[in-house]
């Protein structure tokens, strides 16, 4: 009759024939012998109706079709078999006539079939169904439902049922669609389909559009649709708290709000209702989101100025074992829980009377990471609530007491820590363009401290690295600078490195202050920077664990520790074995050395000197040449010195390995001479009388087999250049 629909429900059902999923006209093999097929679309009985009607499924095999409730006033079920006789077991179920009021959820828009105007001003709250809802929902339908609201008001909508046909996460089939405002124009809430849970949805002003649609298609599906509750209230949170405040409210929540870094930027998040008590009953998200991405990486650090929860244990309620509020509360997210839906493993959980004074506020909270959120619980009680100021720091990622205003400045000190690592900022990421960082590590004065580099990779466009030659003329984009530091302010230049190539081993000398390290990046683009590693350990001579002073000969060689035999790695424990030699010739003469062997691990273009370095000064001011790799037969290292002096450093660090090692001969040269001044040239310099008599290779590519001339009455210096060899030898260690 008018005013009432119909329901079917199937208890047993047990027809001939095995149905392909979702079977349906036209599919093979369908239900051949017997069958019943389904009409629940039917506007009326008249006779033709089932024709024109929409059809509804064919079933056979033991499944019982789902539930149906009729569009309209009418249900038609067609059974067919070939069989003359059937028993009485085949199928059964029950039917009953239900009110169809229920359906009509508002005022029907004209002209369709299941579109409703939902004003607050003819009921503030009621059920909101799909057209046959419990029933299987029909094909090739809109339906649209406009919530209108006064001015104020906001809407809730809670589906208690969501059972949708799920096609995918894009929902391209069967889908709700929830509009914030009065048409299909406004912003989109979401878009749902499948089967929903806890799916509660608000709306940002006193309009709202639901529009549920249906895929015209020949399938057969079995879902049942959806059933809500809505509510028009003027009660629930004002979103003012949110947009007044550089924070954007997050579309469908009651007054979730997402707060996104304009770079370093600085902020203030409230409780709902602020400046006034918050309400009770009430939760509120907050996602704080620093960057992230190839150039940036941030931090959140939240310091709280007023607070202000409501502790009291509600009514008939008993204290909760595992957690210090008892009614209100605000959980605090420092590792990025949100995207693993994890709130119930919350870093803080705050609540309690704390506005200065004797009770301090709660304690400034710094985020794992570029996200914090906050979870805030109003409870059953009315409280004065929060206010709380966010600083999105940079996240540099860099272990070492960081400096407290922000900055990319590190120190490392040896009463905190004898050993550790440091690294470029996000590493092994790539680290960010635009910066400038330091690490500062402070000795004591009876230490030092050697720093090894195990991996590096910095930015150099343009490097095109020689034998030792590289530093600011071909670091020019990004690069990594060291110096040794004094106790009252001076620094020493060790050199800058860019590109592959690793720096050598790094040990402050006895009785500096430290190293300082610098890391500095232009506006271009980037590469995964470095990680090292640091010892602090006591002082050693001024000479290492081999080497010494040479002066008062013409000519001389220094070689690596057991040369001719490989050199060995530092002895188990240590962080390196270091070897200083300084030379020193008569005032006004330069040095002359060349290096006539060289093997130690490393290649100066390729990878770097990260395992074994020997380090030459023999430029003042600047910092040092530095070598590794093999030189060539056919190479020329030679190098002539600026003053009367050079210094060479030859350090091992822990992960050698070992190689051949070197010889240097150095030679007393002076500058200027030509002619019968100066018998003996080479690279801008004279050789002393005799030193072709010594056996050495003074000059790089000169042979050294000694000339007729030399004799045993005039070759007194070449002694005394050999003694000179022979005391550095026994110096070092076997």
């Not at 420092?334 to 839906?341: C, I, K, P, V």
């Not at 590519?701 to 000694?706: C, D």
Request: charged residues 20%.
């Amino acid at each position: 009759m008018s005013g009432q629909r119909v329901l079917v429900d199937f208890r047993t059902f047990d027809l001939r024939g095995k149905p392909p999923d979702g079977a349906a006209v036209g599919e093979l093999p369908a239900c051949m012998h017997e069958y019943m097929d389904i009409y629940s679309e039917m506007v009326s009985l008249e006779a033709g109706e089932l024709v024109n009607s929409a059809f509804g499924g064919r079933f056979c095999g033991p499944i019982p079709p789902r539930r149906r409730v009729s569009l309209h006033r009418a249900v038609a079920l067609a059974f067919f078999t070939d069989l003359t006789y059937t028993p009485p077991t085949l199928f059964a179920g029950t039917y009953r006539f239900i009110n169809a009021s229920e359906y009509e959820v508002g005022t029907p828009i004209p002209n369709t079939l299941c579109s409703f105007v939902i004003e607050a001003s003819k009921r503030k709250t009621g059920l909101l169904l799909s057209p046959t809802y419990p029933g299987v929902y029909p094909k090739d339908v809109v339906c649209n439902y406009q919530f209108k609201g006064q001015p104020g008001q906001r809407i809730r909508l809670e589906f208690r049922d969501f059972d949708l046909f799920f096609g995918g996460p894009h929902c391209p089939f069967d889908w709700v669609r929830v509009y914030d405002g009065p048409d299909n124009s406004s912003a989109i809430i979401g878009t749902y389909c499948g089967q929903q849970r806890n799916l509660v949805l608000y709306s940002s002003d006193e309009r709202l559009l639901v529009t549920f649609y249906t895929l015209p298609r020949s399938a057969n599906t079995q879902n049942r649709g959806f059933k809500g509750i809505f509510e028009f209230s003027e009660s629930f949170v004002k979103l003012d708290f949110i947009s007044k405040h550089d924070a954007e409210h997050i579309r469908g929540s009651e007054c979730d709000q997402k707060i996104l870094s304009k770079k370093e930027s600085t902020g203030f998040v409230y409780h709902p209702n602020y400046p006034f008590p918050y309400i009770p009953k009430v939760v509120c998200r907050y996602f704080i989101y620093g960057m992230q991405d190839s150039q940036n990486l941030e931090r959140v650090r939240l310091q709280f100025q007023n607070f202000s929860i409501s502790k009291i244990i509600p009514k008939g309620e008993s204290p909760k074992a595992d957690s210090a509020c008892p009614d209100g509360y605000l959980k605090v997210y420092l590792r990025g829980q949100e995207a693993t839906d994890s709130y119930d493993k919350h870093d803080a959980e705050l609540c309690g009377e704390q506005e200065g004074g004797l009770t301090p506020y709660p304690p400034p909270l710094l985020s794992d990471g570029p996200r914090l959120v906050m979870v805030f619980s109003s409870g059953d009680y009315q409280g004065r609530g929060f206010k709380a100021k966010y600083t999105f720091e940079t996240e540099y990622r860099v272990p070492g007491t960081a400096a407290p205003d922000g900055e990319c400045a590190f120190t490392y000190r040896s009463e905190a820590k004898k050993r550790g690592e440091f690294n470029s900022p996000r590493y092994p990421s790539n680290y960010p363009s635009r910066t400038n960082c330091t690490y500062t590590l402070v000795a004591t004065p009876n230490e030092q401290v050697t720093v090894v580099f195990d991996h590096f990779k910095v930015r150099a466009d343009s490097w095109n690295a020689t034998a030792g030659l590289y530093g600011g003329a071909t670091c020019m984009e990004d690069w990594v600078e060291a110096w040794w530091t004094g106790r009252e302010g001076s620094r020493v230049p060790l050199g800058r490195w860019c590109g592959p190539a690793t720096p050598g081993p790094l040990q402050s000398p006895r009785g500096a202050l430290g190293l300082l390290i610098a890391l500095h990046t232009d506006y271009e683009s980037v590469a995964s920077g470095f990680k090292a590693r640091y010892v602090f350990e006591p002082a050693k001579s001024i000479f290492g664990d081999c080497g010494g002073n040479v002066s008062g000969s013409s000519w001389g060689a220094v070689t690596s520790p057991r040369y001719p035999l490989p050199y060995e790695p530092p002895s188990r424990g240590a962080a390196s074995r270091v070897c200083n030699w300084f030379i020193t010739a008569r005032p006004g003469r330069r040095l002359l050395i060349n290096f006539d062997h060289f093997a130690v691990e490393g290649h100066l273009t390729e990878r770097g000197c990260p395992a074994a370095v020997l380090r030459l000064w023999y430029e003042s001011p600047g910092p040092p040449l530095e070598l590794c790799g093999e030189k060539a037969p056919a190479d020329r290292w030679q190098y002539l010195s600026t003053s009367n002096s050079i210094r060479l450093s030859f350090i091992i660090a822990d992960k050698s390995v070992g190689a051949g090692g070197w010889r240097a001969v150095w030679t007393e040269v002076t500058v200027g001479g030509t002619g019968e001044s100066c018998p003996a040239a080479c690279g801008g310099a004279c050789l002393p009388d005799r030193a072709a008599c010594s056996g050495l290779q003074h000059c790089a590519g000169q042979s050294t087999a000694k000339p007729d001339y030399c004799g045993v009455a005039s070759g007194q210096a070449a002694p005394r250049a050999a003694l000179v060899v022979l005391s550095l030898v026994l110096a070092a260690p076997h």
